[in-house]
Nanobody
């Protein structure tokens, strides 16, 4: 089982950028797809971006063109670059396998976008 630690969140003004990191406790090379999820207050957790081991990416419509997911298998790390942030992007962001595995959730990292 892999332990995942998210970091890089913070408070940013609308239109700003952040880069989130997800560090894994062991190699993620064999994990076919990794994803970034988010959960806003009062809402269900949703998948916003995923990337396969081959580098294929897929995004939720709400973030397409603004967010970029990448992975560095050598560093056992997955990244999420977020540009043109909007107040509706405010949420706790998590990484996990895609589809998610219940035992892989980390503590998440809070992203707050002010208007």
């Amino acid at each position: 089982q892999v332990q995942l630690v998210e970091s890089g969140g913070g408070l940013v003004q609308a239109g700003g950028s952040l880069r989130l990191s997800c560090a894994a406790s062991r190699s993620i090379f064999s994990i076919n797809a990794m994803g970034w999820y988010r959960q806003a207050p009062g809402k269900q957790r949703e998948l916003v971006a995923q990337i396969t081991s081959g580098g294929q990416t897929n995004y939720a419509d709400s973030v397409k063109g603004r967010f970029t997911i990448s992975r560095d298998n050598a560093k056992n790390t997955v990244y999420l670059r977020m540009n043109s942030l909007k107040p509706e992007d405010t949420a706790v962001y998590y990484c996990n396998k895609a589809p998610y595995a219940a035992g892989y959730w980390g503590q998440g990292t809070q992203v707050t976008v002010s208007s």
